[in-house]
């Protein structure tokens, strides 16, 4: 019994923690917000990959997308909310900065991203897909697997939205702060056009 647990480890750590629209996201939102603003957002972002997670292991993700029309539909809609994201990090007023309305990520906005996330289905159909922790039983096999992984998840997120909001504190120039968000912002969305890219190449 989990005598792959290692390797699980080394990989949901690599599939998950590299950077991509969840982690940039979370790093930007910290960066710009603060990790106290940010808290919410993050806690969506992670139910939103619980439940790419469980859609992936189901089935039921592989399903809805080999339906006609929807990849397309799906595409158009994370598109536009990785678009507005990436505006209102960019735009976000320094941190500290008072008589200023601070439009933050919101949880309900964490978890419609995660869903939409093309980085998170494929990573997850490579982790539940290319390891066994419990031989024989598929159902714990796969309980086991979500079980690792959302530790693996909180650790990831904690650490991005912290990092992100440290960067900022050691730049306090209001000029400085602004290209730290624009930066992130940029990041973002090069990072979904990869994500994007990569899953259609994937994909055939």
Aim: glycine content about 12%; cysteine-free; aromatic content about 10%.
């Amino acid at each position: 019994m989990l005598h792959q647990l290692p390797a699980f480890l080394l990989a949901a750590f690599a599939l998950a923690g590299s950077p991509g629209p969840n982690t940039l996201s979370l790093a930007a939102t910290g960066a710009a917000f603060g990790v106290r603003a940010g808290f919410l957002y993050m806690v969506g972002l992670t139910l939103g990959v619980v439940l790419v997670m469980l859609l992936t292991a189901s089935g039921i993700a592989g399903v809805l997308l080999a339906l006609p029309g929807a990849a397309p539909v799906i595409g158009v809609l994370a598109a536009a909310y990785f678009a507005w994201l990436a505006w209102h990090i960019a735009t976000a007023p320094p941190i500290g900065a008072t008589n200023v309305q601070r439009r933050k990520p919101s949880f309900f906005g964490g978890v419609f991203q995660s869903l939409v996330n093309p980085k998170a289905y494929a990573a997850m159909a490579a982790l539940f897909s290319g390891f066994v922790l419990i031989t024989g039983h598929l159902v714990m096999d796969a309980g086991a697997k979500l079980a690792v992984l959302i530790g693996v998840i909180i650790i990831v997120n904690v650490s991005w939205l912290s990092g992100g909001a440290a960067l900022t504190r050691l730049f306090r120039d209001p000029r400085l702060n602004r290209v730290i968000n624009i930066g992130f912002a940029v990041l973002l969305i090069a990072s979904v056009i990869f994500a994007l890219v990569s899953d259609k190449l994937l994909g055939g």
